[in-house]
């Protein structure tokens, strides 16, 4: 059950309200975001919601069964738009490609880059400056010190960022630089970093687990989401199956299937989604097409010397081509008849 | 590698030809199609095949090391067109829709089904008259008595028949009232049912095993093009995974990496791709857009009363609207840029 | 629902339950095997079994709600045993070890590994002489030829034959000479081929998918027993996985679900499980001690030259450690505290 | 390449062999544990190590090739044996059990438990305070505060204390309370804790992740050591697969397999390998007789009570005998014929 609160309420009306839910044999979770403040109630009792919708304080309530309440689409039915600013929005009609190289390597290729997204007209830069890495023994980024110059040429050209956080003790270093914060798949289930980037009031990008369930993806967003931020985006990336000839299997069902099931914009990233260069497009127009609200895509200047990931990412060329064919799929999607 | 031979070859040239790729150390195997004849050399070692080019009755020679060889794009570079007659084709730019019911259920539904598919523009009408079930004690289906009432409606109207042929002493009856024998899932790896339909000069389309890998699949469309049948489908219908949000996962990366692999035509299958109505088109449409030949769609005039399959399959009036989308992206398709 | 029906029951009184039971909102299926014949109910509504328990006729009767019912524990608790003849049996407390090689080669190596076998006090020698192979230039076996020598040999030495049968047309020709009929992995679901071993009076051992279920393949096993052969076996040989370092995983958890579902005897096949020599002792004894009727086992006298399988088949001087630490295993597993 | 230097190396001869083996074409990592210093040099060039070996300061030096290097048996071909003190040890022939609930619940809890483990001899307790809940709403554990309690009782009757650390800023707090950090599964890659933990004196015990491939967990084993702590506990703990019959797959296969790439003990966790009470035994057996270094297993003094994971827990009295047998069967283990 899902209450959602007066803007004005006072203490009196909240004790109240969860005396009364306590009482029907719910537990009471108070959240407080961005936006709005909710009483989550969590119980399987049947129960007569029009005792509570009644009293005083009360703007709305909901029934909601899944285990996932807040990030469903059976209490919010509107769209979440993620609105970054500078009419950068994400969500609800708004479609936007979000490119740039797996690791921010030097300064020289933020400039290239940048040069390049401007040229195309893309509005988000995506860039690790900390890594993931399988080994110790790898590149794990150029850290704080790297995100600030991506920064200054991402400020100066009005691009915005979007770089995957590890840990809670970086959030605040990382902060005032960065547009959406990005949960990496191996960190998908770290119940303290989604804790404390639900603390936050900047938009946070959260990749399904290596091999997570949609309903494992929703239960995290909704610790980002009752933790208090609202923004959320949820991002396929492929999961791990036995087929061996890519490196992931695009889950292309679950694009539809979040997109029925939640109210937060689904993002793809086909590049990791199947591994290998030559396929990124074609499985990328495919999420658009089922629904997707943005595609995320590593390009490189020169990827064959790309510090990580450069056999799944495209050359500035073959990006022009595909901004073009993610841009024009988009548009086609409009024009598709409803039932 | 691969041996095409001329017409008008001789024994004592093709005795010739098989010495002397022996002497190189492979191994031979003849292989006589519908369209051509065929020495294939299996073996490893380094070998110079101009050799083997300049003897008489050789019309061309190509290596290919892909354990798949006669239905790998490596020598055979065009796509490969299935023409079913009466100006329907698939593959190689010709699109198609395959609809019907899971199962043949009355000859009523023949002639439901019928009307519709002609109202829509449908030549190929799907339905299976022999049922692979999970439990002895379910509908096994309406056999070959089923299939002649189909055929006699399909025959009047101008539509091609497609259905599940089981095992091997079931060709010869259904032979005459089929177009396109369909080998399921679970038969994806019956390896004398496939030898036996390489012996057929009728089209078969075969479906990736309920977990098989891309290069099981090619392996198994290439027992029957070297039985000598070389008109074959490629199905993508969605793989077993750990995700219970659908009842299959729907390998969206699949049909451009078959396409790329192999120059046969790859239909798409979302109705068991991703088993619940509602999704049943966007994942179609991500198949056309990223490059399927054809969709093959359980319609049904009352899904709910199906005897098989009902939650995944489109009413006649959802189909309508869905044929048209798929037709639409096809066609948006060809517009796409390349590079 | 099961109802065993008496010898000598009239066929007036078939009729009369059939009539009960179809009164009862049940469909009827008739299973007559080599020890029993049933009465199968398939439903669900509610039901007072003891109007047909006190009809004339029956036997005896049960409510078992499983999909799966003549394979299931919940009417037949007591384990069924395999009896093959000359004192050699499996299950309820028998346990076996059957060995060979893969394929079946040679005449020289039927008569080395007779010897062998017949050293170490094994008494069911395996070999496949129909093979199926992914690719079509691979070898398939030496077929019915050398399955005739094959017999020749065992006979003589007192020895039980297992292998292949990959197709109905095979049975007849292969019975004489077929102690149990063995079902492959990709056959597992090859309900035509399940149908005709159900017809037969010799066992036969059902291996699970290559990503079966196990309600799959207990389905599997209930299509063979309600053809009329009760006499059957499940075999674990590991299901495909995302995890590459072995060639399938074995389920160990699969050993106890199974005796716990069902009565039938339960095979180890820890040469598929496992794919790689040095480990299929330490699997095969995990199956055993976790509750396995019987181990299935590849060896060779030269392994490296095996035609298939080598890199997991034991040499003779591995098995007969291997033999002794399986024998050894079962003993201990008896000495075990029960709650 | 592992390079292990004197204890009294100097700084100018560590340089010299920094620079030989960066002038080879290799990276170079130093790596400083509880117990060595060692250089590890990453690369792949073809090398004489003999050049480095005669150097002044190293002790030995080693070809790994593996990308996991010092966790790898290829260097260190003797058992790594885990010390708890008090004669508590735990691999190279060491058996130990540890047992206690998912979740500690009471003070009034952990004095049951303890008097359970203490009448059964058993040494390690285990019991979460920090707990990793896909739900945001569940019941996250009784933090610092419930380990306090948990040490206070496990310290005056001598038993070690295992338990799950979820992020760096835990490490402190707990440090004095804890004798075996846990990783959980969902925290298998969680790169940051890993680096944390490998500044620690204390062991590390690592499950493999969710669906986290064997090399995987080395790697990760990795990240801990060459951080600098030696002492590592891998722990398998069931895979996730397409089979619902069970919570999780548990992988046999693992152990064998990785006691043979890796020095380290491994751990049976079979509580969530198959996830059912009743076949937790059996499971667990089959572990140990594969060549588990020791069982975790979740024990309840009343599960179905318990505040999580009550169907996979085993109540005292299950849980006595349940010692017995796993004991007896690393005894027999033992007297298994040796190749």
Chains 1, 2, 3, 4 share one sequence.
Not at 72 to 92: A, E
Not at 258 to 277: E, N, T, Y
Request: a neutral charge; proline letters at 3%; glycine letters at 8%.
């Amino acid at each position: 059950m899902i209450i959602q609160l007066e803007k004005n309420i006072s203490e009196e009306q909240k004790s109240n309200i969860v005396n009364k839910i306590n009482e029907a044999g719910y537990k009471s979770n108070f959240v407080s975001t961005q936006y709005c403040d909710y009483i989550i109630g969590v119980g399987n009792k049947d129960f007569d919601i029009r005792a509570i919708g009644v009293l005083p304080g009360v703007k709305d309530i909901h029934i909601v069964l899944e285990a996932s309440k807040l990030v469903s689409k059976k209490w919010k039915t509107q769209d979440t738009v993620i609105d970054l600013g500078d009419d950068v929005k994400i969500g609800g009609g708004n479609f936007q490609i979000m490119a740039g190289p797996c690791s921010i390597e030097s300064e020289k290729q933020i400039e290239i880059t940048v040069a390049h997204l401007l040229k195309n007209n893309i509005k988000i830069m995506r860039g690790g400056v900390y890594k993931p890495r399988s080994s110790p023994y790898a590149f794990r980024g150029l850290g704080l010190k790297g995100l600030k110059i991506f920064y200054k040429y991402c400020k100066a050209a009005g691009i915005k960022i979007i770089t995957e956080v590890m840990m809670p003790e970086q959030i605040d270093g990382m902060y005032e630089y960065v547009d959406i914060f990005q949960v990496g798949a191996r960190n998908s289930q770290n119940f303290n970093l989604l804790d404390a980037l639900g603390k936050q009031d900047k938009p946070v990008m959260l990749k399904r687990g290596i091999s997570g369930t949609l309903d494992e993806l929703l239960a995290s967003a909704e610790y980002i989401f009752s933790n208090g931020n609202e923004d959320i985006l949820l991002c396929e990336r492929g999961i791990r199956t036995y087929e061996k000839s890519y490196r992931n299997t695009f889950d292309i069902n679950s694009i539809p299937v979040l997109k029925d099931k939640s109210h937060l914009p689904v993002i793809i990233d086909s590049s990791h989604g199947v591994g290998i260069r030559k396929f990124v497009e074609p499985v990328a127009l495919a999420g658009v097409i089922a629904g997707g609200d943005a595609v995320i895509t590593e390009v490189h200047e020169t990827p064959q010397k790309a510090f990580s990931d450069g056999a799944q990412t495209l050359s500035h060329d073959e990006a022009e081509i595909y901004y073009k064919n993610v841009r024009k799929t988009f548009e086609f999607r409009k024009t598709l008849y409803r039932y």
